[in-house]
Every structure is written in structure tokens, then in C-alpha cells.
């Protein structure tokens, strides 16, 4: 019961703590004391499990206030307060007036004193619960890098005292950036882990829920219905992704009638809205990339030359390792492997990204390079975290005939759950 409540209610319980204290750092340690307490205490599961945490919590915080010294101008703003942390009424209908905490908690995680890099990885660490070791993934980074950004960006929140709060309209738009990239990049953390594993599909859907939420917040921001219909658009594919063994099954491979069709009507709409309002920003040119993918009838169909330009307008928008790697893709697909790999020789910086060595090895498989394939393939493997991906990869180079002594451990991976 402690880890259920952790984990379905741990934004809100930090958002109410961070509210009365203050200070990141004080709420996160005293809601992981909270939980150490009740796994000692709880002989019964109580009545209201999250309004037991709440109290601990804040008791434990008071209580390290009381002990520190520097703690007592912060203990005589706070000591007013009530002995029970009030939760937000959610039953009003007005999403101001309902201060949603996972929004509240990513807007402030998103204020402007905080570089842009600090504020995504906080929001991750804060909102979704992911390790500084997974964010760390995401950014291609060094974990204590990480560690240290984290640290900076909390005492950065607490000694410029930015309150929990979703921001007037006025301020919206400068903190639109941020929060557009944190709920893009909580999608990309459950659309890429492991089948079958919790955060699969709950973080799918709450980036989604998210996303919907920023979007009613401004409905005239082109850029946040594109980030809405590019989730849709990459969601409605979830059910096709994986086989009945776990196993990855390559967009060609789909088969398309699992495809989502309501999830992806429902984005069309919202990307012809967004693209009403004149040229498109990159979550809209994101958008556009998998609407093209989502109406083609078969793979064979599919319009690599348009997906190529598409991509290429993205790079000029946000470019980065990661969108020359997908251009690069593109325009093998459309002009050929020859041509893709020439670009993706040039890339620099991804040389710990498990998807660029798998494309680069799949493209020299179609050039019939297979010695310089095979090696691409294993390093791929080498960098892989999941077991699907280590399991594709693994078969690929199997599909090579390797020799024995230089192919994975395939009975191994598959053993693994997926």
C-alpha cells in the first residue's frame, strides 16, 4: 500500500509539501521519511494512507527545522499553518480554480530563472519520479552531471522563494518551452520502455493528460496542440509495437489494423488546427512527420520523400544529434542507403546512442557491408537497456551468420523479462 501511494499520488503529495515548505529538497526528504515511518508503523492500512504520509511528512520537516539553526526564520513563516496539509479540492471544474498539482509542480519546475536544461530534468525527477541515473539516459549525460543540475535547480527554487502556482496568462507564454519539453520528453520515457512494464503505458498517458491540460490553458498556442497531436500520433501505435512475446516489431512490420484510428482522427484535427495559425514550430513539423506515417495505407506507401523534407525543416527549427539521425534515416528510405549513411557519418555526439549504431548497421546490411554491419550491430547491443531492443538486436546479428564466439547470448536475453 506504501508503494501504491507513492507511486500514484507522489506529485501531488510533494506539490502540497513543496506549497507549505518551500523547499524541494526539505519536501522530497521528508516524504521518503514519511514512507520509511510507515513501513515500520503500518500494522493496519489507515483510513486516508495519503493524508497519514502528508502529516509525517510535515511533521518531519518541522522537526528538522527545529534542529537547525538556519532553520528558524523558515519554521516562523510556516508555523501558522494548519497541523494537517490541506489537498486541493479537484472536483471544481475551472482548471485554474483547480490548480491541478502535477501542472502546478511542472510550471514551477519550468520557471524562467532556471536553464532550460534544469528545468526538463527536474520536472522529470519532480513530476514523473525518475532517477537521476534514467534522466541522465534521456539527456546522454554523465549521471552525476545530472545529480548536480538537480541539486543547483532546487536551491535555485528555494532561495528565489518561486511559489507552486500555475501562472497568470500574461506569463504563460515564457514558460511554455520548458513545459512543452517535459511532457514530450515523460511521453518518450513510457513509449520507450519495456512492454508490459508499469510505466508503458501510465506515463504514455499522463504526458498525454498533461499535454491536453497546457493545451486548454492556451488553446490559441499553435506549438501546444502540435505537442498534443504528435503524442496521439505516436500513441495510437502502441498496441502494434511489440509482439505477443514482447518482442520489437518495426514500423514496416505493423500491422496497421491495431493502429488507433480513433486516437489518430482526433489528432488530424488538432494538427489542422494548429497549422492554421501560419508556419509551424517544431512540435508541429513533428506532428506533420508521423500524420504521414499514420495515413499512409502500407508501409510500401508511405511518402519517404516528404517525411525526408519534413525532417529537414526540423533540423533548421531544433537541430540536434538526434533529429540528423531520423533526417538521416528519412532520406535513406527515400533516396537510398548510400546517401543516409554518408549523413550519418557526419553526425557527432552519439556515439553512446544505441539507435544510431542500430541504423547505421542497418543501412550497411542493405550496402551487403556485413563484416562493418556486424559490428555496428554488437555495439548497438552493448548500449541497449531493454531487453525487446537487445533481443531485435541480437537476431539481427544472428540474421548476419556471425560467428558463435561474436554473437550475444541470445537465450539469455530472451530469458529476461520484457
Known amino acids: 500500500m506504501v508503494e501504491r501511494v507513492y507511486r500514484e499520488d507522489r506529485a501531488r503529495m510533494l506539490a502540497a509539501l513543496i506549497r507549505v515548505l518551500g523547499d524541494f529538497e526539505l519536501a522530497e526528504d521528508a516524504l521518503q521519511e514519511a514512507c520509511a515511518l510507515a513501513l515500520r508503523k503500518w500494522a493496519a492500512v489507515p483510513d486516508d494512507p495519503m493524508a497519514w504520509l502528508l502529516t509525517a511528512a510535515r511533521n518531519s520537516a518541522f522537526d528538522r ?9 523558515k519554521l516562523a513563516a510556516v508555523g501558522a499553518e494548519p497541523e494537517v496539509v490541506a489537498m486541493p479540492d479537484f472536483a471544481d471544474r475551472r482548471l485554474l480554480e483547480v490548480g491541478d498539482e502535477r501542472l502546478s509542480l511542472i510550471f ?3 520557471h524562467p530563472a532556471l536553464a532550460e536544461p534544469a528545468r526538463v530534468a527536474l520536472t522529470l525527477q519532480a513530476v514523473v519520479g525518475l532517477t537521476a541515473g534514467q534522466i541522465a539516459r534521456t539527456f546522454l549525460i554523465g549521471e552525476a552531471t545530472l545529480a548536480q543540475r538537480l541539486v543547483r535547480a532546487k536551491r535555485k527554487i528555494r ?12 506569463l504563460l507564454p515564457e514558460r511554455l518551452a520548458g513545459v512543452l519539453a517535459v511532457v514530450y520528453l515523460i511521453f518518450t520515457q ?38 498534443v497531436a504528435v503524442l496521439l500520433l505516436h500513441d495510437s501505435r502502441a498496441a502494434a509495437r511489440y509482439d505477443t512475446e514482447g518482442d520489437v516489431v518495426l514500423l514496416e512490420d505493423q500491422d496497421r489494423t491495431r493502429w488507433d484510428h480513433t486516437e489518430i482522427a482526433e489528432a488530424l484535427g488538432l494538427l489542422d488546427r ?4 501560419g508556419e509551424p514550430g517544431p512540435y508541429q513539423v513533428q506532428a506533420a512527420i508521423a500524420a504521414v506515417h499514420a495515413q499512409a ?16 525543416r526540423l533540423l533548421e527549427l531544433t537541430p540536434s544529434p538526434v533529429v540528423a539521425l531520423n533526417h538521416a534515416v528519412a532520406v535513406a528510405m527515400a533516396r537510398g542507403p548510400a546517401e543516409g549513411l554518408t549523413l550519418i557519418e557526419r553526425i557527432e555526439g552519439l556515439d553512446q546512442y544505441h539507435l544510431m549504431h542500430a ?14 554491419a556486424a559490428t555496428a550491430y554488437r555495439r548497438a547491443h552493448e548500449l541497449a537497456h531493454t531487453p525487446a531492443d537487445r533481443r531485435f538486436l541480437a537476431r539481427r546479428l544472428l ?10 547470448d541470445t537465450d539469455a536475453d530472451a530469458g529476461e523479462t520484457p
Not at 527545522?65 to 526564520?73: D, F, H, I, P, S
Not at 520502455?193 to 493545451?215: T, Y
Not at 541504423?359 to 562493418?372: F, I, M, N, S
Open 274 to 277: 494548429a497549422l492554421r495559425h
Open 297 to 312: 495505407a502500407s508501409a510500401e506507401l508511405t511518402d519517404w520523400a516528404a517525411i525526408a523534407g519534413l525532417y529537414a
Open 65 to 73: 527545522l527545529r534542529r537547525a539553526r538556519v532553520g528558524r526564520e
Open 359 to 372: 541504423a547505421r548497421a542497418d543501412l550497411l546490411r542493405r550496402l551487403d557491408r556485413r563484416a562493418e
Open 159 to 170: 532561495d528565489a522563494g518561486i511559489t507552486l502556482e500555475v501562472p497568470p496568462d500574461h
Open 399 to 408: 540474421d548476419l551468420d556471425c560467428p558463435d564466439s561474436d554473437c550475444p
Open 108 to 110: 514551477t519546475c519550468c
Open 190 to 227: 513510457g513509449y520507450t520502455a519495456a512492454a508490459g512494464s508499469p510505466e508503458h503505458a501510465a506515463l504514455r498517458q499522463e504526458a498525454i493528460r498533461l499535454g491536453k491540460l497546457v493545451a486548454t490553458l492556451m488553446p490559441d498556442e499553435p506549438e501546444a496542440l502540435g505537442l
